[in-house]
């Protein structure tokens, strides 16, 4: 069954233009969707591995190629952290078999760079389902300087694993870039993970429901939650393609 999305971009004779859909959809770019970047003041900004892409993206502007090397510093970044972990968290007999070497040489090792990198204030990582991950805050990041860099692909991977109860909207996001591409059976993959937090949940889960009615108290869920320009101009032209009142 088809959802309302698709009945909508039929009606436009968008389908074959996928270029155009996501402005269709939001009044805009859906890159400026992203929910949760850090503030200029969040500490998870002056952390040391992270400081030169924050650094970047706050110099970037508009220009898609720096925030693409932005995007580039980020990824290093957590790929190094991620790699750390790796090395410290070894399990004890992969290497040397000694558990009480483990206890005695790396304990306080482990110790050390859980309060550094997952504990501390502005720490950039987290303990998610399958090990260690960015914070949600690190995550947008990511997400945001892919998208408005031009590798949309990279975004939307960024939310398909973001797994948490607290990052629907990052999910939230792949599933309207996966719309605004004419993906919409990878989109409605999403629909469930969704949750209804902030702005971007409901927003796209308007689009991915086949129930009208549904589609419609989402919709004016998201009206309600309206924080930003890019929101208030998403929300109306989601109003018009809903044909309810903006």
Same mark, same amino acid.
Do not use: N
């Given at each position: 069954?088809?959802?309302?999305?698709?009945?909508?971009?039929?009606?436009?004779?968008?389908? @074959?233009?996928?270029?155009?859909?996501?402005p269709?959809?939001?009044?805009?770019? %859906?890159?400026?969707?992203?929910?949760?970047?850090?503030?200029?003041?969040?500490?998870?900004?002056?952390?040391?591995?992270?400081?030169a892409?924050?650094?970047?993206?706050?110099?970037? #502007?508009?220009?898609?190629?720096?925030?693409?090397?932005?995007?580039?510093?980020?990824?290093?970044?957590?790929? +190094?952290?991620?790699?750390?972990?790796e090395?410290?968290?070894?399990?004890?007999?992969?290497?040397?078999?000694? #558990?009480a070497?483990?206890?005695?040489?790396?304990?306080?090792?482990?110790?050390?760079?859980?309060?550094?990198?997952v504990?501390?204030?502005?720490?950039?990582?987290?303990?998610?389902?399958? @090990?260690?991950?960015?914070? %949600?805050?690190?995550?947008?990041?990511?997400?945001? +300087?892919?998208?408005?860099?031009?590798?949309? *692909?990279?975004?939307?991977?960024?939310?398909?694993?973001?797994?948490?109860e607290?990052?629907?909207?990052?999910?939230?996001?792949?599933?309207?870039?996966?719309? =605004? *591409?004419g993906?919409?059976? *990878?989109?409605?993959e999403l629909?469930?993970?969704?949750?209804?937090? @902030?702005?971007?949940?409901?927003f796209?889960?308007?689009?991915?429901?086949?129930?009208?009615?549904?589609?419609?108290?989402?919709?004016?869920?998201?009206?309600?939650?309206?924080? +930003?320009?890019?929101?208030?101009? =998403?929300?109306?032209?989601?109003?018009?393609?809903? @044909?309810?009142?903006?």
């Amino acid at each position: 069954m088809h959802g309302i999305a698709t009945a909508l971009l039929i009606a436009m004779g968008a389908l @074959g233009a996928p270029a155009e859909l996501g402005p269709a959809l939001v009044g805009g770019d %859906p890159c400026a969707l992203v929910e949760g970047v850090p503030g200029a003041k969040d500490p998870l900004r002056a952390g040391a591995k992270l400081r030169a892409g924050f650094g970047a993206l706050a110099k970037a #502007g508009a220009d898609a190629k720096a925030l693409l090397a932005a995007h580039r510093k980020l990824s290093r970044a957590l790929a +190094t952290l991620l790699g750390e972990s790796e090395r410290v968290f070894r399990v004890a007999g992969g290497g040397d078999g000694d #558990g009480a070497r483990w206890q005695d040489g790396r304990r306080k090792k482990a110790k050390a760079w859980l309060g550094r990198w997952v504990m501390a204030v502005g720490a950039p990582l987290r303990i998610g389902e399958l @090990g260690f991950e960015p914070v %949600p805050g690190l995550r947008a990041a990511l997400m945001l +300087t892919a998208c408005r860099g031009g590798d949309r *692909e990279a975004a939307i991977r960024w939310g398909r694993r973001a797994r948490a109860e607290d990052e629907g909207h990052a999910r939230a996001l792949a599933a309207l870039l996966l719309l =605004a *591409e004419g993906r919409e059976g *990878e989109a409605r993959e999403l629909r469930d993970t969704l949750g209804d937090r @902030g702005f971007l949940a409901p927003f796209v889960g308007a689009y991915l429901t086949d129930d009208a009615e549904l589609s419609r108290r989402l919709s004016a869920t998201a009206k309600r939650r309206v924080t +930003t320009p890019a929101q208030e101009d =998403a929300a109306r032209a989601q109003a018009l393609r809903l @044909g309810v009142a903006p």
